[in-house]
């Protein structure tokens, strides 16, 4: 069974429509963006703490600055992208009749596949790899710093890259239970908070992943 929808964001569960303007699209990725910026930064804020304390230390030294917010917006550029990436996807899967109005998958077989997806990707050496560079700050900072806002920018965004690699398939699950559900958007932004800080969150992450694979074959095979 899904988890229970929580109330909608104000002024944002679109009801089903049988096309999108324009102006509904940007405002499906506004959405995304808001979204994906409040779910995302958390997790990030260890490194653009530690890239503000190194820019103490340098200042303190008279060395050139590299400004920590330039390096969030860069982090937050890569998730903007992947916010209009998304809105697109929920726009098609919108005319193909596959969401609900509260944009939650109405196919069993749909939900079931980006659950076995996001199970299996768990396992991959490439989210494996991505996840162990945004688990150690110290070590990206090492072999990524640049100087300049031109090189806090580009680091932002090669760290946003690999926070992409590590979550992306996670987020489709956003459209399993509804991306209007609030708490499952919290359990999602948990989990990828979970992976990145906690001592026990690789395997903590291939648990979730063994779980969600169940859950997927489940919807698949499952009786109608």
């Known amino acids: 069974m899904l988890p229970a929808a929580g109330p909608a964001m104000p002024g944002l569960a679109m009801p089903g429509m049988p096309a999108w303007s324009v102006l509904d699209f940007l405002m ?3 959405m995304w963006a808001v979204m ?3 779910m995302m930064l958390p997790s990030a804020a260890p490194m653009i703490l530690l890239v503000a304390a190194v820019n103490r230390r340098r200042q303190e030294r008279a060395s050139p600055a590299v400004p920590s917010g330039v390096f969030a917006a860069g982090y937050l550029v890569v998730w ?3 916010s209009a990436l998304t809105a697109l996807a929920q726009w098609k899967l919108h005319q193909a009749a596959l969401l609900s109005p509260r944009m939650a998958s109405t196919s069993p077989i749909l939900g079931g596949l980006l659950l076995l997806i996001a199970g299996g990707y768990q396992f991959l050496p490439v989210k494996a790899a991505c996840l162990s560079g945004c688990r150690t700050p110290m070590s990206f900072l090492a072999s990524e710093w640049r100087e300049g806002r031109g090189g806090a920018l580009v680091m932002g965004m090669r760290h946003g890259m690999l926070c992409l690699g590590c979550c992306w398939a996670l987020m ?3 459209f399993v239970a509804g991306v209007m559900n609030l708490l499952w958007v919290a359990a999602i932004a948990g989990l990828v908070l979970i992976e990145r800080v906690a001592r ?3 395997a903590i992450g291939r648990l979730t ?3 969600l694979a169940g859950w997927g074959v489940w919807m698949v095979a499952g009786p109608r």
């Open 28 to 30: 499906l990725f506004a």
């Open 36 to 38: 994906m910026t409040a």
């Open 80 to 82: 903007v992208a992947f």
């Open 172 to 174: 489709t699950l956003l």
């Open 200 to 202: 026990s969150g690789p």
């Open 209 to 211: 992943g063994i779980a």
